[in-house]
C-alpha cells in the first residue's frame, strides 16, 4: 500500500510560515481528516502532498521517493482542493473525458459509471454550467475518485450537497478507503470526521497536533 511521508515540512509565502515542522506519515487503507479554522494550513497541507507546491524546507516522499526530485507529482493521485473547477461549455462526462486521456487508463463505461455512483447522468447534455453548485461538487467528487487513485486528497468534500449526496459522499470515500487508498480530507464538520476517519489532527497555525482516533479499527463492528 502507498506509503507518503512529510519530513520537517515548513512552507513560507511571503515571510509568513504557513506550516511548521510538520512531520506526519500516511498509509493506504485509512482516511485521515483535517480539521482547523480558515487559514491554518489545511489546504496549503493537501497542496504539497499532491506535489502542486513544493516546502520551503523538509521533503514529502512518496513510497520512498522525494517529490520535487524523484517525483514531479504523485503517481496515482485524486485531487479534488477547494472549488471543482471545469471546462463550462463540456457536459459532465465530456470534462471526464477530458481529465482520463491524460492517462488513458480508465473506459467511458467506467466513467459514466462513477457519474452515476456520485447521483449525475452520464446522458445529460447539459453543459458545466447550466450545473448547480451540488451538481459541481458532485462531478468535481467523481472526477478525484474514478481512476481509484492510491491517494485521494479531498478539501470539504460535503461543500453544497444535499442530506443523499452527504451520505453519498461518506459512503464513497470509504469505499476508497477499504480498497486500500490513503485518503486526506478536510471538512468543517467535525461529526462527518469522527464517523469516518481512522485519524483526525488538528491544524492550528501551521502546526500539526497529535492525532486522535475516534474509531481505532477504522470500521464499524461487524
Known amino acids: 500500500m502507498v506509503k507518503i511521508e512529510l519530513e ?3 512552507k513560507s509565502i511571503k515571510r509568513a510560515e504557513v506550516l511548521k515542522n510538520i512531520q506526519v506519515s500516511f498509509e493506504g487503507g485509512r482516511i485521515y481528516g483535517l480539521k482547523g479554522y480558515n487559514g491554518s494550513g489545511k489546504t496549503m497541507l493537501m497542496r504539497i502532498i499532491a506535489g502542486l507546491i513544493l516546502p520551503t524546507q523538509g521533503c514529502v516522499k512518496i ?14 493521485i485524486g485531487i479534488l482542493i477547494e472549488n471543482p473547477a471545469f471546462l463550462d461549455a463540456y457536459t459532465g462526462l465530456q470534462n471526464l473525458k477530458i481529465l482520463a486521456d491524460i492517462k488513458k487508463i480508465i473506459t467511458e463505461r ?3 459509471e462513477t457519474l452515476e455512483v456520485v447521483g449525475l447522468d452520464p446522458k445529460d447534455k447539459r453543459k458545466y454550467r447550466k450545473y448547480s453548485l451540488g451538481m459541481k461538487q458532485r462531478l ?6 474514478m481512476e481509484h487513485n492510491d491517494i485521494l486528497l479531498i478539501d470539504e468534500p460535503t461543500n453544497a450537497l444535499d442530506t443523499e449526496g452527504v451520505k453519498m459522499a461518506k459512503e464513497l470515500l470509504q469505499k476508497e478507503r477499504d480498497r486500500g487508498a490513503a485518503v486526506i480530507m478536510a471538512c468543517h464538520d467535525l461529526s462527518i470526521l469522527e464517523e469516518i476517519c481512522d485519524e483526525i489532527y488538528t491544524i492550528e497555525k501551521g502546526m500539526l497536533k497529535d492525532p486522535i482516533c ?5 470500521k464499524e463492528d461487524t
Open 8 to 10: 520537517d515540512v515548513c
Open 110 to 112: 467506467e466513467m459514466a
Open 63 to 76: 513510497n520512498g521517493k522525494v517529490l520535487g526530485k524523484e517525483l514531479t507529482f504523485p503517481e496515482s
Open 140 to 145: 468535481g467528487i467523481a472526477a478525484a475518485v
Open 214 to 218: 475516534p474509531k481505532p479499527s477504522g
